[in-house]
Structures are given as structure tokens and as C-alpha cells.
């Protein structure tokens, strides 16, 4: 079959009929992103909620009808005829116009906002190591005195002593309205020099100035973003920043997408409620109460408050800032940290162990239900090769590692830099706390080494016996030599360098970005260590499986192509095994798209050790050869 | 030792990877229809743009050397069954210790005046989709001849191209041979409903062709004209023995083997689509060209070349399909006519495209078969049932066992229930529902 082209289709190679309604539809969605992209401009300078509606609404509009008539009416089945013949979705030339524009808008978003006309108040400045300060505190302030939050890096943050520092961001709340002003204060022993800023023409009031500030400004959003300020202000009154944005666009994408989805699998209920699961999830914990919270909690600095994103998929849960967040953040703040930390350690192994990681990665989050509903033309162009597992593999365990790593290493410091310890842990009960974690891991691993060395080699098992030992190791030597980093390495660096790799390049411009040209979980494949964490609960601690329907398995091939995972899916079917994969997501497509209704997802607890064995094989068994012969 | 396997499909691979499993010599698979196996099956998914064609391969390219299998592209003129080698199309010889012979089917052609046209084929193999694929340029309407399941797959493939297809079906009812009445409308609905000129009681009587000598216009036995450039002809398949059936070996319309597979020849082995069976088992057809018994008997033959003798038993009759978005499961008896000392309970969902149907016996209870539309049932509980003779009140008792829809989806069992109860006053309870954990207590108890 060489001389065979890929698609092996000669006769029509371009069949999608889209009817004339359709064309329309596609025009209305285009002209709704065409505002949004002529905005970036800076071509529209009022009226910013008419347009903003306007973009939305059209683009909204616009999938609908499209999607409408793409299968409304439509018999009810698998829809997947032409899915390789289309360029879009076959890697051809419209997918990798898609594949370098998504990219391109997420380069755009993480590092150069200001392209799309975000503003934040920057500091230029020095500290000149004669002065010496012990701190630098910047905070907005209005004219009685009360604290503004913000949005990217905590009005309080504190930068420490002889650090070079060229620009300081962040997001001031109704800096616009009424007289605020900004301080910037720096702390030489015990006396604190402050400088004030006027907030519009940025003249400096104070004067004694031993940090050197050279330079504090004031800008309000322009071009695409400043059409999304009105709506910001009315959600949680603060302008947009490009995170807000995002967010919009993001729930956006999976409410309309996710209809189109749910029209798609019309005639699947799981599909249907899990589709329905991802969009309330979006919209309601992701986006509407985060943004309402935060509005009505103006007066407190900012700090994590989407209820369902947990540690280690949210990284920073356990960063200074956050913490610090919830720790002044009165109730809400203890609410949130109690929760996130239940989260991990109580809610999700529960949840896992009696559904899978499927009430997470394709019920709950939202990267998944990107992926599930605007990723779901792209979903069969994960690689299903033994290769891609086995990189895969290596992948997602580093990163879990590297999280791992450093969310010890920065919360090291962050005790170290309250010795009196705050939430009643200080550095010491921090490392005995660690020490605990990683016996506690090496433990179950240890007692479950039977059957984890019959599913994982040696090398794998000793390098987690390895990595928790040096953890250990590293956390007590710190603590004796009252280091601020456990692991001697700058925290602050690791942890903005896991930011920038795996926080930017990976979960977002890669994970998002590549789509279209390896399948719609390539974060939640690769890299997520959320996904990892699941995973190993999944593989060895869960009630879920895919089930295999005896012997009616024809190796067709459409699961493991379905398979967004990469998981071919094919390979236990046909030999009638039940499906037991660290990475299955349980989005049920496998199940869904099986022409011979072989595939089950299910839990149960009866056969939980023997998920794995081919009990349920139909063929001739080595016993009865024993008989026979 | 030499295990030299003709064929490259289910059959042919199955045997391949069990002897692999069960012993160390050396494999040769020789194919004339391509590199690697691929799943026949699934040849309608790629010209519906499913699937590309190496997704329909269930092994990656290396599986096949890391696991000792040579594989060999050729094709194989002739068997000297005396000196133990196959005569090859390039003059050259292969030797062998022991033969299998996995050579599959061909469609069928009864003779019909152009049958062997340009634009008239069957859809078995790779060469055949490509030739779809060919005749498929700027193709205006298709004629498909013969009511069953490759004949709906075909229809299904045009379908999803937008071209028009007629349908012909010589019976009165879609293949009412295996499926009963009630199914079988069920079918004919569907196929409607998806747009096919579906023509029942109808045969194809003549092909004429056009200057090129291609396919244009079909005359049916009711003396219609249908223009077409391209006529399907999916009326069955037979074995494809062409090059073996005038030699040493003994062949009726298949190679015959007995239980072992062996045929009349000694080293010589039939699996799959080609071989038939000298003493069919009780209820079975001496010829299955099906998947599932395609692989049984190449693990059985594995068994008996590696010198372990079995027998070849494929167990209760299952087989499954897809009519264009209505899967079909059966298992166990389910026939089309129902001999007088069984019994039947047929139910069907309102929609008109689900049904669940128990056959049992009349008089002992005992039940039978299972056949569901549109419904998935499991095929270990319905095979434990049917085994183990269990009586059809218990059955029906414990029926959401059965069941293997995926979650939320509607149960239909208590419907079933109520059904019975209602044709004989009875007073049933359904008392199982769909679920995992009593499916696996069901199974263990049951061993």
C-alpha cells in the first residue's frame, strides 16, 4: 500500500458540502473575530461594550448556526466521515495556518500583552547596593488610606535585598476613578521612605529616595483590550488585564464549541451530561464566581479563587503570594486554602479511586474541557506509537518531579522568611512535614511493591525511592544550616523557570497552540502533572477500567484512533483485556465510536487487583489444551 | 522448523502470532495483497475518512521482526504438496515444514452478463477499496447487488460520499435470511432513512456496458433500467482456493479440515474464511467466513502445529455488526425462522430503532439467544447464561446483567419484563440492573 496516499482518497478529496446557511454562518463568525483582530489596532476608540457584544455575539452566532446544520436533524450516530480528508484536520495546509496562529496569539499573550494594549504600572528602577534596603514594598493605595489588590504580582510583594529589578507589573484596581495614589516604599533598617505618585501626571511627591526609583507610570488599556474593560468593570470593578481577556475568549470557546459538541454526540448521554459538566464547570467555578469574588473582595490582595483548580495542575497554589492572599484574605482565604489543600490530599484520591480520573480531566477541568470541545475535530492526531507512550511517559513524571520540587523548595524559603511561622508551620515542622510526605510515598510504594514492580521496571521504582530520599535528604541538611534554598538553588529562579517552561511554553502556546497538528491533549498527555498525579492513582488505586465485550473485538482500529490520549486502545481490546491506563482521560469516545459496542467504561470494586489480567479473554486457554491433550 | 502461513489476514496472523507464543521456529507469512495485516473490517472506515489506512493496521511496522515473523510479499502459484515447497510467481521456491493455508474469500458472481465490466466489483480487499476509490471519481450513481452485511457497508461508504446508490436486494426483506422479521424492517427502515434507493425482491439481470467497456446501465429481473458507472456485487463470498482446489488437497466449495484443522494432507493446515469443516458442529455452518472464528481457528491451529493437540471449538455462536448507525449483537440462536419448539419475546423501543430479543426453549425453558439492536449486550453473561442452560425467567429476572450500554444511557430491561409478564401473567421482578460489580459476582459464581 505505499504508492497509496495517506488519505487514500482519490475521488474526494475535498467533499465537506457546507450549505449556503453555513457559509453565512461562517461569515458572521468571521467578521466577529475580525473585530476582535482589527482592535488590536487601536481602530476602535468608543463604544467599547457595543463592540465587545458585538465580537462575541457574532462569533457566538455565528458556531451556533454553523454548527446547526453541520447536525441538527442528522441521524443519530458517529460523525466522523471526512475527518481525514479535510486539511484542517489532517495536518494539511488549514491546520497548520491554524496550528502557527493559535500559536502566535498565545506567544502574544504570555510575553508581549502590551501588543494587544494591556497597560500595567511599571517601576523602572535600581537598587543601588550602598543603600541597602530591606525591602521594596509597592502599593496603590486611595486617598484614605485603603489597599487596592492586584492582579499579576501581589501589591505587597517584597524583593529582597540586592536584587536588580527592571520593571515591576501589575494591574492596579480603579486606578482610573477617584484620586489614588501610588507608593512605592523602600525600607533602609527601620526607617521607610515613600514616594507618592500622582496618578495621572506620574510627579513624584516625596523625595528622599534611596531606591533610585527612576520612573512610575500610569497607563490605561488601549486597543484590544480596552474593549473588554467595561465588562471586567462590571464583573469585578477593575479593568481587564490580558488574563481577562483570555479568560472570556477561553469560556467562550467552550460554551460554543461545546454546544456544537453536544450536538455532535446528540444521541450519547454520557457524552452529553460530561459536555454539559465541562461548560457549568467553565463558566461558573472558572470564570463568573473567581471574577465576582474577586470583586467583592477589592480591598484584599489577590489569590487563587477558582475552587476546582488544585495543586500541582495550579502551580502556584503554594507560592507566596497566593498563600499570603488567602492567609489575609479573611474567610474566603481560609476557605480556599482549606480546600485546596483537601483537595489534593482528601477529594481527589477519593473521587479517583471510585470514578477514574474522568470526574477531573474530562468532567471538572478546564484544559480538558478546551480540549474536549474546541480540540474535538483534532482528537485523532495524538500518536499512537509504543515511541510517543514511552516519551510520554518519561515527560509527564519530570514534570511532576520538577513541580514537586519546587513547590518544596519555595515553600522552604517562604517559612524560612517568617521563622515565627505563619499558619502554625515554620521551617522546622515544614521539613518534618516533608520528610513525612516522602516516607509517606516511599511507604505505599514499598508495601505495594508486588504489584507496582509488575506494571513499572525496577529503574522506575527506585528513581521515585531516589527522588524522595533526596528531597528528604536536601530539606534536613537546609534546615541544620538554616538555608534559604533547600535544594541550593535560587527558589525564586527554579520557580520562575517552571513558570516560563512548563506554566507558558508548555501548558499554554504548546498545549493549546499544537492542536492541530498532534491532538487536542498534548498537555494533558505530555506534561500535565495533575495528569500524572491522577494517572498513578488511576493505574493502581481506582475502581475504573474500560471493559472489553468478550470476544467481539474486529481490530477496526476506530478507538485507538478516537483515542485523544494516544492509547491504543485496539491493542487490550482485541485480546479482550480490560483497559487500565495511567492516561486515560474516560472522555467514553473509544466506547462511543466501537462499531461492534465493545468497549464499556465502568467501576467496580469486586475485581479491583484483577483489572488487569485478560480474565475475560475468549479464546483457547492454556487449561483447556490441558484437558484436551 | 519452518511454519510457512499463505495469507496475511485474521486467520493467517492469528495462527502466526500463537505459534510465536507457543513455540520458537521459524515464521513465514507470504501475501500478495499487502506489506502488513490489516483489519478487513475496517477498509469501509477509510474510504469514509474515518481512518487512514495504517490505522486499520492493529500492529506497528516493527512488531513483525521484533517478534520473528518474515514477512514475505509474494504470491503463491502453486503447492507441491510431494517436496514440501510453494512455487512462487518469480520462479522461485519456498520450502516448508508445515503449511497453513489462510486464503480467505472472493465475492461472488453467478454468472451474470457483465459482471467482469470495468466499474463492476465485490469490496473484500485492499485492492478492491482502492478500486472504489477509483471508480469513485466523478461517479454519479452506484448500483449495489445483494443484501447483506458487505452490501449495507457499501451503501454506508457511498453514502458518506454524497453519491446516490440503488440498492438490490433479491429477498423481500433485508437480509431476512439471519434476521428475523421484526429486525430485518428494522433495517430496511434505516436504510431509507439514509437516503438508499433500497429495492427489495429484486435481482440484477443484466449489466450493459458503455464504449470503454464500463459499467452504465443495470437491467434488473423486473426489466428496470438503472444508469449507473459503477455495480457492487455483494451476493456472499466464496473460498479463495483458486490455485489449490485441482491439487493434492481435498476441497469441496472449502479446503476440508477436521477438528484440528488438518486438512487431507499431512503438515497441511485450513483456517479462516477458506477452510470448512468436515463435521461442523452441532447448530454451525461448515463454512463461517467471519472474523471472530477467523482468529479461533488460527489460535487453534497454532495449537496443533506446536504439537498440542485441540480441537477446534469456537464456543457459542456470537457475531455482531453495524447498519449504518444501528449496531446488532447476537449470541447464541436467534434465527431468522424460529422452529416450532421455541419460544420468543421480542421488544422494541418506540424510536423504532432498538429491539432486544430472548429466544428460549418451549418446553424446558432453557434459554437460547440474545439479539439486540441499537442496544449493547455483554457477551460473557449472555454466553454464561446460554451455557449454562439457565431458565428464561432467571434470565429475565437478572437481564440488566446483559446489558453494556454506556452510562446514563436508558435501561430497557424492565420494559422486556413487563413484556413477558403481560404475554403470560406472570409477575416478574427485574432485580439486576446494569452495573459492573454484579456482573463480575454473576461471573465468578457462575465459574
Redesign the interface.
Known amino acids: 500500500?505505499?504508492q497509496?496516499d495517506?488519505?487514500?482518497?482519490?475521488?474526494?478529496p475535498h467533499?465537506h458540502?457546507m450549505d449556503w446557511i453555513q457559509k453565512v454562518a461562517a461569515a458572521i463568525g468571521g467578521i466577529g473575530l475580525l473585530i476582535l483582530f482589527v482592535a488590536i489596532f487601536g481602530v476602535i476608540n468608543n463604544n467599547y461594550p457595543l463592540w465587545l457584544a458585538s465580537a462575541l455575539g457574532l462569533m457566538t452566532v455565528g458556531t451556533l448556526i454553523y454548527s446547526w446544520r453541520e447536525y441538527a436533524g442528522k441521524?443519530?450516530?458517529?460523525k466522523?466521515?471526512?475527518?481525514?480528508?479535510?486539511s484542517l484536520t489532517n495536518i494539511g495546509l488549514w491546520g497548520w495556518i491554524a496550528g502557527i496562529l493559535i500559536t502566535g496569539f498565545y506567544i502574544l499573550l504570555y510575553f508581549f500583552p502590551g501588543l494587544f494594549g494591556y497597560q500595567a504600572f511599571s517601576v523602572n528602577t535600581s537598587i543601588p547596593h550602598g543603600s541597602d534596603p530591606a525591602q521594596i514594598t509597592i502599593r496603590v493605595e486611595n486617598q484614605q488610606g485603603q489597599v487596592y489588590s492586584t492582579n499579576t504580582l501581589s501589591i505587597n510583594d517584597t524583593i529582597k535585598t540586592g536584587d536588580q529589578f527592571d520593571e515591576y507589573k501589575f494591574t492596579p484596581s480603579k486606578i482610573a476613578h477617584g484620586s489614588n495614589r501610588i507608593i512605592v516604599g523602600c525600607k533602609t533598617g527601620d526607617d521607610l521612605y515613600s514616594f507618592t505618585y500622582n496618578k495621572r501626571t506620574a510627579e513624584k511627591i516625596g523625595d528622599t529616595n534611596p531606591c533610585q526609583i527612576e520612573q512610575a507610570e500610569l497607563k490605561s488599556n488601549s486597543k484590544l483590550i480596552s474593549l473588554f474593560d467595561p465588562l471586567s468593570m462590571a464583573l469585578k470593578g477593575k479593568p481587564a488585564s490580558q488574563w481577562f481577556l483570555y479568560g472570556v475568549l477561553y469560556t467562550l470557546a467552550i460554551l460554543v464549541f461545546g454546544f456544537k459538541f453536544i450536538l455532535k454526540y446528540w444521541?450519547?448521554?454520557?457524552q452529553?451530561?460530561r459536555t454539559i459538566s465541562v461548560m457549568f464547570f467553565q463558566l461558573g467555578f472558572a470564570f463568573l464566581i473567581p471574577e465576582l469574588l474577586e470583586g467583592l473582595n477589592r480591598d484584599r490582595p489577590y489569590f487563587t479563587l477558582d475552587m476546582k483548580n488544585m495543586w500541582p495542575l495550579n502551580a502556584y497554589f503554594f507560592q507566596d503570594w497566593n498563600l499570603n492572599g488567602m492567609l489575609a484574605g479573611g474567610k474566603l482565604g481560609m476557605f480556599m486554602l482549606f480546600l485546596g489543600i483537601a483537595m489534593i490530599f482528601i477529594i481527589s484520591p477519593l473521587l479517583t479511586y471510585f470514578y477514574g480520573k474522568r470526574w477531573y480531566c474530562s468532567w471538572v477541568c478546564g484544559c480538558g474541557g478546551l480540549a474536549e470541545t474546541a480540540g474535538d475535530p483534532f482528537r485523532h492526531l495524538s500518536d499512537k506509537?509504543?515511541k510517543a507512550w514511552k516519551i510520554e511517559r518519561w515527560l509527564i513524571h519530570v514534570v511532576l518531579v520538577l513541580i514537586t520540587i519546587v513547590t518544596v523548595a519555595v515553600l522552604f524559603s517562604y517559612f524560612r522568611n517568617d521563622p515565627e511561622g505563619k499558619l502554625w508551620i515554620n521551617p522546622t515542622s515544614f521539613t518534618m512535614i516533608v520528610i513525612l510526605l516522602a516516607g509517606l510515598v516511599s511507604s505505599i510504594l514499598y508495601f505495594n511493591r508486588k504489584e507496582i514492580l509488575g506494571n513499572v521496571s525496577r529503574k522506575v521504582y527506585n528513581g521515585i525511592h531516589i527522588t524522595m530520599g533526596v528531597i528528604a535528604i536536601l530539606s534536613v541538611i537546609a534546615w541544620f544550616t538554616g538555608s534559604w534554598n533547600v535544594f541550593f538553588i535560587d527558589s525564586y529562579q527554579l520557580r520562575k523557570w517552571y513558570g516560563f517552561l512548563i506554566g507558558n511554553i508548555f501548558s499554554g502556546v504548546i498545549g493549546v497552540g499544537f492542536y492541530p497538528l498532534m491532538g487536542s491533549r498534548v498537555w494533558c498527555r505530555f506534561g500535565c502533572p495533575m495528569a500524572a498525579l491522577l494517572g498513578l492513582q488511576q493505574r493502581f488505586f481506582s475502581r475504573f477500567r474500560i471493559?472489553t465485550?468478550?470476544?467481539?473485538c474486529?481490530?477496526?482500529?476506530?478507538c485507538?484512533?478516537y483515542c485523544e490520549m494516544g492509547i491504543d486502545v485496539?491493542?487490550y481490546a482485541?485480546k479482550g483485556q480490560n483497559v487500565v491506563r495511567a492516561s486515560c482521560v474516560g472522555c467514553?469516545i473509544c466506547?462511543?465510536?466501537c462499531?461492534?459496542?465493545v468497549l464499556?467504561?465502568?467501576?467496580?470494586?469486586?475485581?479491583i487487583k484483577e483489572r488487569t489480567t485478560d480474565m475475560?479473554t475468549?479464546?483457547?486457554t492454556a487449561d483447556?489444551?490441558g484437558i484436551?491433550? | 522448523m519452518h511454519i510457512v502461513i499463505i495469507g496475511n489476514g485474521?486467520s493467517g496472523i492469528s495462527t502466526a502470532r500463537w505459534v510465536r507464543k507457543l513455540s520458537d521456529h521459524d515464521i513465514t507469512v507470504i501475501s500478495d495483497e499487502?506489506?502488513y495485516f490489516f483489519?478487513r473490517?475496517?477498509l469501509m472506515?477509510?474510504?469514509?475518512?474515518?481512518?487512514?489506512?495504517?490505522?486499520?493496521?492493529?500492529y506497528?511496522n516493527w512488531f513483525w521482526e521484533k517478534n520473528r515473523i518474515k514477512l514475505m510479499r509474494d504470491r503463491v502459484l502453486s503447492v507441491d504438496t510431494e517436496r514440501k515447497a510453494l512455487n512462487m510467481r518469480d520462479n522461485e521456491t519456498v520450502s516448508y515444514d508445515k503449511l497453513v493455508l489462510a486464503l480467505g474469500s472472493a465475492p461472488n458472481k453467478f454468472g451474470w452478463p457483465g459482471q467482469d465490466l470495468d466499474g463492476v466489483q465485490g469490496m473484500y480487499s485492499?485492492q478492491d477499496?482502492?478500486g472504489m476509490?477509483?471508480?469513485?471519481?466523478?461517479?454519479k450513481h452506484a448500483v449495489i447487488v445483494g443484501g447483506g452485511l458487505i452490501g449495507i457497508e457499501m451503501a454506508e461508504m457511498f453514502h458518506?460520499?454524497?453519491i446516490p446508490v440503488t440498492f438490490l436486494v433479491r429477498e423481500q426483506s433485508y437480509w431476512n435470511g439471519v434476521l428475523a422479521k421484526e429486525e430485518s424492517e428494522m433495517v430496511n427502515r434505516?436504510i431509507r432513512?439514509?437516503g438508499i434507493d433500497l429495492r427489495l425482491s429484486t435481482e440484477l439481470k443484466e449489466i450493459l456496458p458503455d464504449e470503454n467497456d464500463k459499467a452504465r446501465v443495470v437491467i434488473t429481473n423486473k426489466g428496470e433500467e438503472i444508469a449507473c458507472q459503477f455495480v457492487g456485487l455483494t451476493a456472499g463470498v466464496h473460498p479463495n482456493i483458486a490455485f489449490v482446489k485441482d491439487g493434492a488437497i481435498e476441497c469441496q466449495k472449502g479446503i476440508m479440515v477436521d477438528e484440528y484443522l488438518a486438512t487431507s494432507v499431512k503438515d497441511i493446515y485450513a483456517v479462516g474464511d477458506c477452510a470448512q469443516m468436515r463435521n461442523p458442529l452441532p447448530g454451525r455452518r461448515p463454512i463461517e467466513a467471519i472474523?471472530?472464528t477467523g482468529?479461533?481457528m488460527g489460535?487453534?491451529a497454532a495449537?496443533n502445529i506446536c504439537d498440542?493437540?485441540?480441537?477446534y471449538?469456537p464456543?457459542t455462536w456470537?457475531n455482531?455488526?453495524?447498519f449504518?448507525?444501528i449496531?446488532y449483537?447476537v449470541y447464541g440462536f436467534a434465527p431468522a425462522n424460529l422452529p416450532e419448539t421455541y419460544e420468543t419475546l421480542y421488544w422494541e423501543h418506540p424510536d423504532g430503532?432498538k429491539s432486544i430479543r430472548l429466544v428460549w426453549d418451549r418446553e424446558s425453558g432453557w434459554i437460547a439467544g440474545f439479539q439486540t439492536m441499537g442496544v449493547?449486550?455483554?457477551?460473557?453473561v449472555c454466553?454464561r447464561w446460554i451455557e449454562d442452560r439457565a431458565h428464561i425467567e432467571n434470565v429475565l429476572m437478572n437481564l440488566g446483567l446483559a446489558n453494556?450500554?454506556?452510562?446514563?444511557?436508558?435501561q430497557y430491561e424492565k420494559d422486556v419484563v413487563a413484556m413477558y409478564n403481560k404475554s403470560t401473567g406472570r409477575n416478574l421482578k427485574l432485580v439486576e440492573k446494569r452495573?459492573?460489580?454484579s456482573?463480575?459476582?454473576f461471573l465468578?459464581r457462575a465459574f
Open positions: 500500500m505505499a497509496v495517506k488519505s487514500m482518497s482519490l475521488a474526494n467533499p458540502h441521524p443519530a450516530g458517529i466522523n466521515n471526512h475527518v481525514w480528508f479535510r444521541h450519547n448521554r454520557y452529553l451530561v506509537s509504543l471493559t465485550n468478550g470476544g467481539q474486529i481490530s477496526c482500529g476506530n485507538s484512533t485496539r491493542a482485541q467514553g466506547a462511543a465510536v462499531p461492534r459496542g464499556r467504561l465502568e467501576n467496580g470494586s469486586v475485581d475475560r475468549i479464546h483457547i483447556e489444551v484436551l491433550s | 485474521i499487502t506489506d483489519s473490517t475496517a472506515y477509510v474510504y469514509m475518512g474515518h481512518m487512514r489506512f495504517q490505522d486499520t493496521q492493529p506497528e485492499a477499496l482502492e476509490e477509483r471508480h469513485s471519481v466523478g461517479l458518506s460520499r454524497h434505516v432513512k439514509n472474523w471472530y482468529r479461533m489460535e487453534t495449537y498440542k493437540p485441540t480441537s471449538n464456543g456470537f455482531s455488526a453495524k449504518f448507525d449496531e449483537h430503532e449493547r449486550y455483554r457477551h460473557e454466553e453494556f450500554d454506556p452510562e446514563f444511557f436508558d452495573g459492573l460489580n456482573v463480575v459476582k465468578k
